[in-house]
């Protein structure tokens, strides 16, 4: 489920990255060219016209609307915007055409009428539309040349051809057409998410809204307007819901009442504002500066009651982080609403809706056996224990040390949510390390999880993971030093906490757990001296087939004092790729191969799935969406 980020920068024409260890060797050639007129240097004039001219929190939202520079939306306000089921209004496509279509065709429209020769040559709506092109073209190229901006560009330039040739075509066709074009000259587009958002949400509003508007025709005007936009907005809701699920993992029902009154305000208000503000900006600055303060002035009132509607009880929202099973009933459900209606279909629709329903509301069955995920999550630890009954343990989550990138909501979550895992039993925290427990904090605010185990006090765990345990009220059990056998038998499950009590590494947590004849040892960051405590305590309830390598693959944990003592047939190690430790070791991996014990590793591999029914470790590596 994580962000592809290699097929990104394929669609970008990236090929080949490289990095300086020192910022200090990169050499600006030139700075930025002042002379002339291009469309490139009037966005940055615009951008910088709002920013001097409108509040800071505020700037940001203005020039997505104008300009669309998403970048300096802060996550606060993306997260209300999501939540509030608006962010598609910061979003420069159709409506923003529209409008300086409108615009245009208004203005030129009072000259045309007003020459009989023209008149006799070709009636306006004719002859002007195709004349619209060039003006959208260049705010097309102004406002960044982004996805959505391009299909309603195509569209627009579509629709004014049929004009110019008096032809007639259904919307799905010339939608179609669209789509067909961009995918010819830009076939990775099909995987970005505003392609598949734009064209879903369309898609919805051209199919769906015809055939629900039908029973309200006969509504008064003042009636009729509401109404359909409440069925515009419930039709691209559904329509993009799979893939809003797919990307964001996020439900938002608030997104139907606050649209009612986000859309007439930035759309009828905030965005002509911003765009006469644009147009005005290099010949009348003055004037320019009062247009987008009256545009950022609106944007504040949406944002402020956008935030207000979702605090309110069931409008909040939540994460989701589905399964592929999931993910494809909510599709085929959104398919059943958009196939042709009519009694003779109904047994058909129903049937698609009812096998959707089962796949969304059923659980994926359990596993009669064991499961061990290590989760690529970089230089940290993540890994997944799924024991028999469905019964999921998550030991460690992960964490990058910088504050821009959440290891547990792009990573843990939705490897989680593929992997079909909707609770957890446990969440183990080994120890308190920013690589072990960062990723947690978000687990423990989004998943069910019945308890959390640790081998330290919560009161000596970070702030965050602290607060995050008290907010969402679980449960905390905390084990003394020594073995804890928790289930005994052939399905064995106990934990191991260290006397060791120097380097918080030696104190960390082990985990055991068994499936017959087979055994997982999962020792988290020990080293030499937390190593050697181990080996010198009481055995662990059984034998030691898979061993996950102490500290990433250390040296200095002497992994080949365990490789000895338990004699395990697989090891792995959970490590960053390239990562600047070179773990694991050359010396640790010379020393498995010597073994002839078979090694994987996070960083090479990617995430690993070993399965056990009790017999013998079943190796599979996940690849291009499923185990392989």
Known sequence: GEFDFPRYLAARGIHVTAFLPDARDVVVFASEDRGGFTLERWRRSIARTIDAAVDPAAAPLVRALVIGDKGAISPEQRNILARG???HLFSISGLHLGLVALFFFAGARFFYVRSESLLLFSPPSRFLPPILIFPLLVYFLLSGSALPTLRAFLAAAGTALLFLAGRKTPALKLLTAVAFIILLIHPLALFEPSFQLSFAGVLGIIILVPRWS???EHLPSYALRPAQLTLTTLA??????????????LVAPAGLLTNLAAVPLIGFLAVPLGLAGALLSPWFAEAAILLFRACAAILQAVLAGVEFTVALPGLTGWRHHPSLLQVAGASFLVLTLLLPSGRSRFPVRATVAAASLLLILVPAPSSKGMTVVALSVGQGDATLLSRPGGRHYLIDGGGLYGTSFDTGERLVAPA??????????AVILTHDHPDHSKGLVYILRHFPVRAFWSGAPVEELNADLRQAIHDSGIPTL??????HLLEAGEDALALYVPFEDGLLNDTSLVVYARRAGEGVLLTGDLEEAGVRELIDAEPPPGPVTLLKLPHHGSRRSQPQLLLEKFGPDI???SAGFANVYRLP?????????????SLYRTDTDGTVRFHSDGHKWGVKRWRQGIFR
């Open 236 to 249: 691209a809701t559904l329509a993009t819901a799979p893939f809003v699920l797919l990307h964001f993992h």
């Open 214 to 216: 039908r029973p309200l």
């Open 85 to 87: 089921g608006v962010s």
């Open 571 to 573: 090891g792995f190690a």
């Open 416 to 425: 989680l949510g593929r992997l079909g895992v909707r609770s957890l039993e």
């Open 478 to 483: 905390i084990y003394p030093p020594g073995w």
């Open 585 to 597: 070791h050359e010396e640790v991996v010379r020393e498995m191969r010597l073994r002839e014990i």
